[in-house]
């Protein structure tokens, strides 16, 4: 069959474009149709936006249409893009540099919960079937300079077409995008290609960059001075924890109901996130940027908060049960505890999160100093949601136990989702038990504030990673819960009614930075009080 049919590189072109717009851009399309009228202008803006697409795919594949060279990119290109296509159609993301970032610095028992047999089937029918017809078919090619005046006249006849299209639906078009910045983020592939340029570029860049030390003149306040014991700071970061389903912020599940009688938690309810997705969130929360000066780059070749504390001669650990910490925990003593053989809380090769509380006793009995501890939970990362708890703690039912979401009851993947909340509350709560139980001998504290947070569904997306600007609140909107010994707010100088009368101040994880060294007393020109959430409520003297 495939000796009969052949084709020249412009016509294989030409339908390789036409495949890529059609096969792999089915969201483009939706989207395309949910904001584009139906009516007759609408109709022809849509067709405007698929030729011009359409050129633009024509342009560039007929600048790589050259023998040994086209079909492998082209086969690259469909596999590529049945992936992309899959985790964008099932999920509903948008592909970015910070989208790959995630990605890339995933971990192996992430990429097992995305895993399935629908997405095997997508791939091995969207990408290898039609990577294998490509490399059956023939292509009749011609004398050098005729090929290369034919490649020419494609190029050129689809710029002409691209800025004929152009400059007939100009104000249409450039309203659409205008308006649409999310449409460049929809296209396949040209999206996975520029965040992957995008990504390779930021790299490049960190490799090349020694390590900027930031706070080395920090040191403890001279009120230490009049501390009658050690302490110990327990920072826990949470994973796709939203505040919307926190019920000590109001919501209306109790997913809350061990911390909500522990006496002294504080629960701030008005806290932003610095990024959508942990690869962002993680190192730009301990780092002194905050989110309008982020860079990623940057963030990965300076030091960060921790790094500051143990200038200041603090002890900091961190504690993993995730794919670790984005750079930030480099220079400090840790450990990773998610692929423990631990048969009381691991299985399946992944660790619940009760796992970062083991031999914490001994931790602190052992504590010569003082102390800052960070735990990284597992938390509620997604899409199986209903692994990220032990069985015990599966209050609300029916559970998604799928990990394509799509194929689920929203309700469903809210009740796994919520089962998660109620296994960390369970977690945060033990924590804050065995810190009230050291309080004779160390002043104790805890922090949690979660990395972002998480769509279930709203608006037909799922998971996290939307870039930021179009991202939903439910992404963005993360818990802060704080608690603090007696003697932690005395020697700390902390007034917690004020605190309380605080909850609902805007915050966000800018403040983490600054607020970590105003509650530790630690005095260094980084320092911003503007930022320190503890400020206002310092006792003086």
Known sequence: MFQRISLRPESLTFLASLLLLSLYNVPLWKHIFSIVPADADGLGMRVAFGVMVLAVFNFVLALVSFRWLFKPVLIAL????????????????????????????TDVNEVRDLLSVKMALFILILGVLPSWLLWKLPVRRQPLRRELLGKLGLALGSMVVLAGVALLNYQ??????????????????????????????????????????????????????????????????????????????????????????????????????????????????????????????????????????????????????????????????????????????????????????????????????????????????????????????????????????????????????????????????????????????????????????????EYNLYLHGTPYLLAPDQQKHVPLLTWFSDSYREDFALDTQCLEQARDKPLSQDNLFHSMLGLLQVQTEEYKGGLDLFAGCRRQG
Not at 301 to 309: A, F, K, M, Y
Not at 437 to 447: E, G, P
Request: contains cysteine; glycine residues 10%.
């Open 78 to 105: 469909f596999l590529a893009s049945s992936g992309v296509a899959y985790f964008m159609s099932q999920y509903g993301v948008l592909v970015d540099a910070n989208m790959l970032r995630n990605v890339a610095e």
């Open 172 to 457: 249409g078009l450039a309203s659409l995008f205008r308006n649409h910045h999310e449409l460049r983020l929809l296209v396949v592939p040209s999206n996975y290609l520029h965040a992957s340029y995008g990504y390779l570029r930021e790299q490049l860049v960190v490799a090349k960059e020694p390590l900027r030390q930031i706070g080395t003149d920090a040191r403890k306040a001279p009120a230490w001075q009049a501390h009658q014991r050690k302490s110990l700071t327990v920072l826990v970061i949470g994973e796709s924890a939203r505040a919307e389903n926190f019920g000590v912020l109001g919501y209306g599940r109790d997913t809350t109901p061990l911390l909500k009688g522990q006496e002294g938690l504080i629960a701030f309810g008005n806290v932003r996130s610095c990024g959508t997705e942990t690869a962002v969130s993680v190192p730009c929360m301990f780092s002194n940027m905050g989110r309008g000066g982020y860079d990623a780059a940057k963030a990965r070749s300076q030091e960060g908060l921790l790094d500051v504390l143990g200038h200041a001669g603090l002890a900091v650990t961190w504690r993993d049960n995730q794919s670790g910490c984005k750079g930030t925990c480099d220079r400090v003593a840790g450990e990773n505890l998610s692929h423990r053989k631990d048969p009381a809380f691991c299985s399946g090769g992944e660790c619940h999160d009760e796992i970062l509380l083991k031999d914490l006793q001994a931790y602190i009995d052992q504590l010569k100093d003082d102390a800052v501890l960070v735990l990284h939970q597992m938390g509620s990362h997604g899409p199986e949601y209903h692994k990220r708890y032990p069985s015990r703690f599966e209050k609300f039912t029916p559970v998604c136990t799928s990990n394509a979401l799509n194929d689920c009851s929203q309700q469903s993947i809210v009740n796994a989702y919520d089962n998660t909340l109620v296994y960390t509350d369970y977690l945060l709560s033990g924590l804050i038990d065995l810190l009230r139980s050291n309080q004779d001998k160390l002043d104790t504290a805890m922090l949690y504030i979660a990395d972002h947070g998480e769509s279930l569904g």
